[in-house]
């Protein structure tokens, strides 16, 4: 079954490393349904954000909201349940089947011999809808970028999760590629109505597919809007010191960052 009105939200979010603070008084709010992506120079807190958010992070203040909840109140399991988070580097056997490894995500003791007949088939289902029936029974070393990149949104997926978090999940991917996973994001979002956040390098890839735009610097909210609101000039050289002349895409109607050069630091 799926939620038809999450709501994932920050309240004065600080958090960091050590005696380091990296996120500093947060404010967020996003509904069901809709895609954010994070974008920021290196260093401006994105990743520290996505962990934060999925309790791999404890805050120094404030709060992370789930439907009302703090996700500091309630159990781990829980939160791994309601909140599915894809690292950068997500930890996969090679020589597991991508069947298998979908399917151990779906147990709490990782025992697939104990995947119940009806559980089995909402992983074969879950693997049609994701494009990977044919490559079922390939190990994860044989798969191409996007099918090891769809195999692990698969897996997160698998507990039915509120919110998906994905921490760069188009980098080193080819152009068609990244479309394969950005086009399965989008209708995700819309018949599962999920919360989906996803940091994305690429600035007019997230401009094209993203319902919401949240520019991180410093660790502070530089600006979160649509993409039209927020991807201007301005923003560029504020948040990424470039000079960047910013024109429609002809295709989408979407904003389509130019660089034209580095800006001097003052």
């Given amino acids: 079954m799926f939620h ?6 920050a309240q004065a979010l600080s ?10 008084n947060l404010q967020l709010d996003i509904q069901a349904g809709s895609i954010t992506a994070i974008i920021g120079a290196n260093g401006s807190g994105k990743s520290t954000l996505l962990k934060t958010l999925a309790r791999k992070l404890t805050p120094s203040s404030g709060a992370v909201m789930l439907d009302g909840k703090s996700i500091s109140t309630i159990s781990k399991r829980q939160v791994l349940d309601e909140i599915a988070f894809l690292s950068q580097h997500p930890a996969a056997k090679s020589t597991e089947t991508v069947f298998d490894f979908v399917s151990k995500n779906s147990v709490s003791n990782s025992d697939i011999s104990r995947l119940s007949p ?16 044919k490559a079922s029974e390939l ?3 044989e798969l191409s970028g996007g099918q090891r990149q769809r195999t692990m949104i698969a897996a997160a997926l698998v507990k039915n999760p509120k919110v998906l978090l994905l921490d760069e999940p188009t980098t080193s991917l080819d152009y068609a590629h990244q479309l394969e996973v950005i086009n399965l994001l989008s209708s995700l979002k819309h018949e599962r109505n999920m919360i989906i956040l996803a940091v994305i390098h690429d600035l007019n890839l997230a401009a094209r597919f993203a319902d919401k735009v949240l520019i991180l610097k410093n660790g502070e909210i530089l600006a979160d809007g649509e993409a039209s609101e927020v991807i201007t000039p301005s923003n560029m050289a504020e948040a990424f010191n470039i000079l960047a002349r910013v024109i429609e895409d002809p295709v989408a109607k979407t904003p389509m960052v130019i660089p034209i050069r580095q800006l001097v630091n003052q």
């Fill in 4 to 9: 038809s009105d999450s709501r994932l939200a």
């Fill in 15 to 24: 958090a960091g490393y050590s005696a380091e603070t990296v996120l500093k």
């Fill in 118 to 133: 009806k559980l089995k088939k909402e992983v074969e289902a879950l693997l049609d809808r994701c494009g990977l029936t």
């Fill in 139 to 141: 190990t994860i070393g």
